[in-house]
């Protein structure tokens, strides 16, 4: 239960395209979904997060869609870009638990070709 | 404003030895995060710390590992006695309760 499945594992996209990388958990306990984006050499760092009371949340060219019926969510990025390539994580927590205290997805590696 | 600090960014060590990992947490925020990093595990929380009291360290592997946190702006992981299934990266985050964490550029450690 305390879980997040996240997939693909690795991701290659041309430039200009759409990437999606989806997650799954199964604890509805969690009401807190943030992404991470991380490069190499580098931790983590916060993308964009969202929680249930939305379906959808965009900051600019990445999109948060999140299906509570089916404890789905997943990241769109739109007119994706090489500087874009690094891994994604997906996380998720209960928002009234210890804030940070993140049960984080395996990671997909994705790789934006010029 | 200064980030997560870790040191060293790098170690190798043989095995046996002990490795000690250090981190400064951002001023200000209170709750601190370590982290182990593996391609077959990805990020497994080891311990947290809230107001420099450990909360939960039922991500610590074994008895091998320990972490302290005297003050708001200090906290080490130790390894001892070290083991190469323990080459990671390590990394520790902090957050003033905001729901971000904030990383520092972890320490890789490799142990033969």
């Avoid at chain 1, 249930?52 to 769109?76: C, M, W, Y």
């Avoid at chain 2, 390894?79 to 390590?90: K, M, T």
Wanted: with cysteine; hydrophobic share 35%; proline share 7%.
């Amino acid at each position: 239960q305390q879980q997040v499945k996240q997939s693909p594992q690795s991701l290659i996209v041309q430039k200009g395209g759409i990437s999606i990388i989806n997650c799954a958990y199964e604890n509805t306990a969690f009401d807190y979904f943030p992404w991470y984006q991380q490069f190499p050499g580098k931790g983590p760092a916060l993308l964009i997060a969202i929680r249930p009371d939305v379906s959808e949340k965009k900051e600019g060219r990445f999109t948060i869609s999140f299906n509570k019926s089916a404890k789905q969510f997943s990241l769109h990025i739109m007119d994706s870009q090489p500087g874009d390539s690094a891994t994604y994580f997906c996380a998720a927590n209960p928002w009234g638990g210890s804030q940070g205290n993140l049960i984080f997805g395996k990671g997909t590696k994705l790789s934006v070709k010029p | 404003d200064a980030g997560v600090i870790q040191s060293p960014r790098h170690e190798v060590t043989e095995m046996g030895q002990e490795v000690t990992l250090r981190c400064k947490p951002i001023s200000g925020h209170n709750s601190l995060f370590w982290y182990r990093q593996t391609m077959m595990r990805g990020l497994e929380l080891l311990i947290y710390f809230n107001n420099n009291v450990p909360i939960d360290d039922s991500g610590m592997p074994e008895d091998r590992f320990s972490a302290k946190m005297p003050n708001a702006s200090f906290s080490t992981l130790k390894i001892q006695p070290s083991e190469p299934r323990d080459s990671a990266v390590y990394f520790c985050a902090s957050t003033r309760s905001t729901g971000e964490l904030f990383f520092g550029e972890g320490s890789r450690l490799t142990v033969l």
